[in-house]
């Protein structure tokens, strides 16, 4: 498989350094976002979706949205961070690449919020990639906001393989999440208002569209 990885990258355009420098403050200050793969892939559905709104929970530092910006040019989105440091790096680097008219960012915690910034409009894409134990919560709230035929995304669905393994071979701390993100994921693999499909790319990427 890696061989095949390099085989791609091979016909991979020069990356972006703004781009480069994102993901290296994310690695070097320990910020989750999108891997090569799960990102590349994600933008590519994207792309023969061609949605016109978008609602991200979970902004991190603006990585995934600056992508989907870049690669869509027609696209607006709206984007939800909690973390005060996170949202604040983020409005940098949303400024710095030129998006702003196009993305807005929210400070704010998604299962408390409100907000008529986010719920006074439709999305045909929303992408839920926070708190991996809440994801059950964060889709029945935001789905709602999802139009027929929209389709809802979720990273991050394989928890680096520890959804694979029974509870005693998940560390401690991180076994309510696995559970939830379980739950979840059988949840709305059976839901009826929903064709869901699970892609083993990156760390796992759900598709769920609406009916």
């Known amino acids: 498989m890696d061989n095949y990885k390099t085989y791609i990258a091979g016909f991979m355009k020069v990356k972006d350094p703004f781009i480069s420098e994102m993901e290296q403050f ?32 979970g902004s991190a530092i603006g990585y995934s949205a600056i992508r989907i910006a870049g690669a869509l040019p027609e696209v607006s989105i709206v984007t939800i961070e909690r973390d005060t440091e996170r949202y604040l790096k983020a409005l940098d680097y949303i400024a710095e690449s030129g998006y702003s008219e196009r993305i807005a960012i929210l400070e704010a915690d998604a299962l408390l919020t409100e907000s008529d910034e986010i719920f006074d409009k439709t999305y045909d894409a929303l992408f839920i990639d926070a708190a991996k134990g809440q994801y059950k919560r964060f889709f029945e709230k935001y789905a709602p906001s999802v139009k027929s035929g929209g389709v809802i995304y979720c990273d991050n669905m394989f928890m680096h393989g520890m959804v694979l393994h029974v509870d005693q071979d998940v560390p401690k701390r991180n076994r309510t999440m696995i559970r939830n993100l379980k739950v979840f994921t059988e949840w709305v693999m059976t839901h009826p208002d929903y064709e869901t499909s699970l892609l083993p790319v990156g760390d796992g990427l759900l598709i769920a569209v609406k009916k």
């Open 26 to 57: 994310a690695e070097e200050n320990h910020v989750p976002i999108m891997d090569s793969d799960g990102i590349e892939m994600f933008i590519s559905l994207l792309r023969i979706q061609q949605p016109d709104n978008i609602l991200e929970i």
